[in-house]
């Protein structure tokens, strides 16, 4: 009997393709309401000073979904398709679960290329997905998180490790303070019993145990500019009190991003450092997982373990 293959959906918030997309992504981002010439001028800014003309972010999304196609093949040959759904981008969501049912396939598993689950983030991922699914007959599993996979906290932990041995004869008379980071969301998600800060804090836990650095804390970037409170302290304010408390190296580990885009290349390689450099204090960061095989390895293992609840109902 042949297998069924499956669709594996793939998300992740989305990049503008050029410089000349940002404006339609931006607006995208605002529920169909164009940015201010002020606000488009901030972001273009800020993604001019990351690429420089040139614009590679867009690939990172997509060398990850062809590396978890690769790894999915050589565990399982010819049952998983791996698919692009983005929530600001070309392909949407929408599109990547269209293209499942062109396909001709029936059985989906949907991942997001974020660890840590929040009904804002993951969950609106989810829901969108699940939506169109439902619509053209698909059935769909979702991985919901995947913060405590042990091969994720052993990239995590080894990229930590590399970094701490580089600042160490930068320490000075205190140790090298580790802030772990994820992108802030609003704090009412508090009141929701949204599980996204213990997530966080699990994996910074389970980080901190296999290194055994106990100097750490974890902090928040790259919040929204709204009206509504979001969780702090941003990285920013954190890195001045660390400062003050006289801690002459900074190891910044954003523990809630898996590749290299804007809020890591903008709000910690230039905004940080630029902070940094204003306190004196030395800072760097760890490398982002992009491909790294063992991250390919957490994403295909987590598909193939909820697959294997496809069909039981």
């Known amino acids: 009997m042949v297998q069924q293959k499956i669709g594996v959906l793939v998300m992740s918030y989305g990049t503008p393709q050029s410089l000349d997309d940002v404006e339609a992504y931006y607006t995208h981002i605002r529920r169909g309401h164009a940015p201010t ?21 867009r690939k ?6 062809a590396g978890l196609q690769n790894r999915l093949n050589e565990i399982a040959p010819d049952r998983y398709v791996c698919y692009q759904g983005l929530k600001h981008a070309a392909p ?8 499942i049912a062109q396909d001709g396939i029936k059985h989906a598993i949907g991942i997001v290329l974020a660890p840590h689950y929040s009904v804002m983030s993951v969950g609106s991922y989810v829901k969108r997905a699940q939506e169109k699914a439902a619509e053209l007959g698909i059935k769909m599993k979702f991985v919901q998180s995947y913060h405590l996979h042990p091969k994720l906290i052993e990239a995590l932990t080894d990229r930590v490790n590399n970094v701490y041995e580089q600042l160490a004869p930068l320490q000075g008379d205190k140790p090298v ?4 980071s994820a992108h802030s969301l609003p704090e009412k998600i508090r009141e929701l019993g949204d ?10 836990e389970a980080i901190a145990e296999n290194t055994e650095i106990e100097d750490w804390q974890f902090t928040w970037q790259s919040a929204g500019r709204t009206h509504e409170p ?17 801690y002459k190296a900074i190891l910044s580990a954003p523990i809630g991003f898996v590749s290299d885009h804007l809020e890591v290349l903008y709000d910690l390689d230039i905004e940080a450092k630029a902070k940094a450099k204003q306190l004196g204090v030395s800072f ?14 957490t994403l295909a293992e987590s598909v193939i373990t909820v697959s294997a609840q496809l069909g039981k109902e």
Do not use: C
């Open 230 to 246: 979001w969780l702090g302290p941003d990285i920013l304010d954190t890195m001045e009190q660390v400062a003050q408390q006289g």
């Open 284 to 297: 760097e960061r760890i490398a982002m997982l992009n491909t790294d095989p063992l991250y390919m390895d």
């Open 177 to 180: 303070k580790v802030l772990f």
């Open 37 to 57: 010439a002020e606000q488009l001028k901030d972001l273009t800014d800020r993604y001019e000073a990351i690429v420089g003309g040139v614009f590679p972010l």
């Open 60 to 65: 990172n999304t997509d060398a990850q979904v």
């Open 92 to 99: 949407l969501i929408e599109d990547g679960v269209e293209q």
């Open 195 to 204: 599980p996204y800060e213990h997530q966080l804090m699990q994996t910074s």
